[in-house]
């Protein structure tokens, strides 16, 4: 690849807070996807749209911190930064602020000439226009940048969001789309009656050559053509706490010619970990978003 990246990520990029006082952290599929593959040392850089506010200032410089390429995050004037509250808890817990990153265009996404062995797309970018066209474009346009491309199948996110999404809206990325990854709760939300491995198959046949699924106590199943691999979590290790950790090592490891079973393996691992990191020190810090899991967590 030369100069190129490592990574080009396009997608939605917020903050999230846990509650209504509480400091935000880092959040966004495409934000947390591109944090933890910089902090595994990868090339990336973030395509996306935050507001002109305090909230877009403190994602950038979280960011920024992890020597993300931000030369295509932009403001978006008149729009507030998207926040999310409680996005990783129950559906009736969990409230949207949207904002920013639901306008990017598929104008705004980087020139052919922008290489990248992996561009990697989030799937809550697919739930309405114009990023949808955006994602789509990005799939697409993955062959002429020189790699390949993949997609955060967040279906949990999606039909919360939108009760009206239907399978027709996904089977455009998911035909154009080398690798996809999930979490067995998005399975069950696209194929109820189904196991995490008939939930794999049915995915495949749409289209991606490798399915990444994993439980929730961080086993990873991986379809890799027609075979089916099982990593389970490591025995006395605590559940991942972050869900982007998994799908973002895998990732990185592919992009940097990984073998995917070793890819897979090693993403296990990975996400068991690491955490996220607490509230910052102080009311005007920089985003927190994940730290080694004995170590003190990183100012990012």
Do not use: C
């Amino acid at each position: 690849m030369g100069g190129g990246l490592d990574w080009l990520a396009v997608g939605d990029v917020a903050e999230e807070r846990a509650s209504a006082s509480s400091p935000g952290i880092l959040g966004g599929g495409a934000a947390r996807l591109t944090a933890h593959a910089a902090a595994l040392h990868a090339r990336t850089a973030l395509v996306a749209k935050v507001g002109a506010d305090e909230a877009g200032r403190r994602v950038r410089d979280a960011l920024e911190r992890l020597k993300v390429d931000l030369r295509w995050l932009r403001e978006a004037p008149g729009l507030r930064t998207t926040i999310w509250h409680q996005p990783d808890g129950d559906a009736q817990g969990r409230r949207v602020e949207r904002g920013a990153d639901l306008a990017l265009r598929l104008d705004e996404l980087p020139p052919a000439f922008v290489t990248a062995a992996l561009t990697v797309v989030s799937g809550y970018t697919l739930s309405v226009e114009p990023a949808r066209s955006a994602a789509l474009g990005a799939l697409a346009g993955a062959r002429a940048r020189g790699g390949r491309s993949a997609l955060l199948l967040e279906a949990d996110l999606l039909w919360w969001t939108n009760a009206r999404m239907t399978r027709r809206v996904l089977e455009p990325a998911l035909a154009a789309v080398e690798s996809v990854a999930l979490q067995a709760a998005d399975a069950r939300v696209l194929f109820p009656s189904a196991d995490s491995r008939e939930a794999l198959r049915l995915l495949a046949g749409l289209g991606p050559r490798l399915v990444y699924l994993a439980e929730q106590d961080g086993g990873v199943w991986l379809r890799e053509g027609g075979r089916v691999h099982w990593y389970p979590a490591q025995a006395g290790d605590d559940a991942p706490r972050d869900r982007y950790a998994g799908p973002a090592a895998f990732w990185v490891a592919l992009a940097q010619r990984s073998l995917p079973k070793k890819a897979a393996a090693d993403s296990v691992r990975y996400a068991q970990s690491v955490r996220r990191a607490g509230a910052p020190r102080q009311a005007h810090a920089s985003l927190p978003v994940a730290a080694k899991g004995r170590e003190e967590p990183s100012r990012l």
